[in-house]
C-alpha cells in the first residue's frame, strides 16, 4: 500500500458526528491527492449550511496529520440528490444493524405518528388509523409515545391493566372487524388524573421500556403517537427502532404547517424515512351540504411540498369524537381510504410470519375445541 493509500484508509475511518458512521461508509470521502506538497481532500457533505462542517473538517486535519501529512486542505462539496438518497440508505441500514433486539416483527411496518406542535390531532389520527387497519384484518400495535399527555387507552377505550408474561409486557389486545388492536399505554399503569413528574432519563427509559420489555410479536403495525416537538422521546425511538417510518401530522393552518416540517427535519437527521403527511381536521361539508374551513386550507399541500414528500389523506373535521361508536362518516371513509395506501403502496409487508400466525390461530382454534 502506498502512502496515499495508506492516508486515505486513515482518512475513511474519521466518523460523520452526527450519523454516527464513517465517511468511507457514507460515501462522503471523496478524491484525496498532493498538489504542490499538500494533501487536498475532498469530503461531499449532505447540505451547504451543514452545522458540523467545522467539525468534520477538523477532524480530517487531524486524521490526515497523525498519518504523517504536515499540509492539508480540506475542500467541501454538496451531494447531489441520488447521492443524498444512497447516503441515507446506507445510514440507515447501518443503524438498523447496530439496534438493539425487540420482539417487533421483521416484517411490521413500524410508523411514527408525528408533529413539530400539539393540537393537532396526533393521537386522535393514531387511534384512527389503527381501527382503520384493523378493519381491514390487519394485528396493529399501537404505543403510547406520549409518556406525559397519555390519551391512547380512553380514546380507544381500552383502560384494562397491562399483564405481565415472562418478563414482558403484553398489550391490551381488543378485536376489531377482521384484524385486532393491541395498546399499551400509561393510561393502563397510571391513575387518570395523575401527572407525572418524570424528566429526561426516566422518561427515556419508560419509553425503552416500552418497546424492549413488551411483547409486540404478530403485530403486522406498531403505530407510534409520540408527543408535541422533536426531543428524548423521539431520539429514543429513532435509537431503538431505526426501521421506522414517519407520518407528519399537520392542520391546514399556516402556522401548524410551518411547526410541522420540524418533525421531517428530525426524521431526516435521525436516518428515518418520511412517508408523507396526513392534513388533519381538512374542511368539511355539513349535511346541509355547505363546505366549511374553520382551520383554514393549503397546510398539508405546503408541508408535503416542502419536505419533498406525498401529502397521504386529508381527514376532515369530524363532529363526532367517539372513534368507536359506528362508522366515522367522511373522517371514517378518509381513514379507511389512508389505511388503504399504506396497505397498497408505503410499506409493502414481508408476509414470511403470516404462516406462522395463521398457524397459532389454527392451534388457539383446536384448543377451544377441545
Not at 438498523?96 to 405518528?113: C, I, N
Not at 366549511?292 to 416542502?306: C, K, N, Q, S, T
Not at 389512508?338 to 383446536?366: F, K
Amino acid at each position: 500500500m502506498d502512502h496515499l493509500q495508506a492516508v486515505r484508509a486513515r482518512l475513511g475511518q474519521v466518523r460523520d458526528p452526527e450519523l454516527g458512521a464513517t465517511l468511507e461508509e457514507l460515501g462522503m470521502l471523496g478524491e484525496v491527492r498532493e498538489e504542490s506538497g499538500t494533501l487536498v481532500v475532498d469530503v461531499a457533505l449532505t447540505t451547504r449550511a451543514c452545522p458540523l462542517r467545522a467539525t468534520i473538517e477538523r477532524d480530517v486535519e487531524d486524521a490526515a496529520r497523525a498519518a504523517g501529512v504536515e499540509r492539508v486542505e480540506v475542500r467541501t462539496g454538496v451531494m447531489d440528490p441520488a447521492a443524498k438518497a444512497a447516503l441515507m440508505d446506507r445510514a440507515r441500514a447501518l443503524a438498523q444493524r447496530r439496534a438493539p433486539s425487540t420482539s417487533v416483527p421483521h416484517g411490521a411496518s413500524v410508523l411514527m405518528v408525528a408533529s413539530g406542535k400539539g393540537g393537532v390531532g396526533k393521537s386522535s389520527l393514531a387511534a384512527g388509523l389503527a381501527l382503520a387497519l384493523a378493519e381491514a384484518g390487519r394485528v396493529v400495535g399501537v404505543l403510547d409515545a406520549d409518556i406525559w399527555g397519555f390519551s391512547l387507552a380512553a380514546l380507544l377505550d381500552m383502560r384494562e391493566p397491562v399483564r405481565v408474561r415472562e418478563g414482558r409486557m403484553v398489550p391490551v389486545a381488543r378485536r376489531v372487524g377482521a384484524g385486532e388492536v393491541r395498546l399499551l399505554s400509561m393510561g393502563q399503569l397510571a391513575e387518570d388524573d395523575a401527572a407525572l413528574l418524570w424528566r429526561g432519563l426516566v422518561v427515556q427509559k419508560a419509553v425503552a421500556q416500552f418497546i424492549e420489555d413488551a411483547d409486540w410479536s404478530g403485530c403486522d403495525y406498531l403505530i407510534i403517537d409520540t408527543p408535541p416537538g422533536t426531543g428524548d422521546i423521539h431520539m429514543t425511538l429513532a435509537r431503538l427502532l431505526p426501521q421506522m417510518g414517519q407520518l407528519v401530522i399537520t392542520t391546514p393552518a399556516a402556522g401548524a404547517a410551518a411547526v410541522a416540517a420540524r418533525a421531517g427535519d428530525f426524521a431526516r437527521r435521525s436516518n428515518l424515512r418520511v412517508l408523507g403527511v396526513i392534513e388533519n381536521m381538512s374542511p368539511f361539508t355539513c349535511e346541509a351540504g355547505v363546505r366549511h374551513a374553520p382551520f383554514g386550507e393549503g397546510g398539508g399541500e405546503r408541508v408535503a411540498r416542502e419536505l419533498g414528500v406525498d401529502l397521504l389523506g386529508q381527514i376532515p373535521l369530524n363532529e363526532d369524537p367517539d372513534m368507536l361508536q359506528g362508522p366515522l362518516r367522511a373522517s371514517g371513509e378518509a381513514l379507511a381510504a389512508l389505511a388503504a395506501r399504506l396497505l397498497d403502496e408505503l410499506a409493502p409487508r414481508d408476509l414470511s410470519g403470516c404462516s406462522a400466525r395463521l398457524l397459532e390461530r389454527v392451534e388457539a382454534a383446536l384448543a377451544d375445541s377441545a
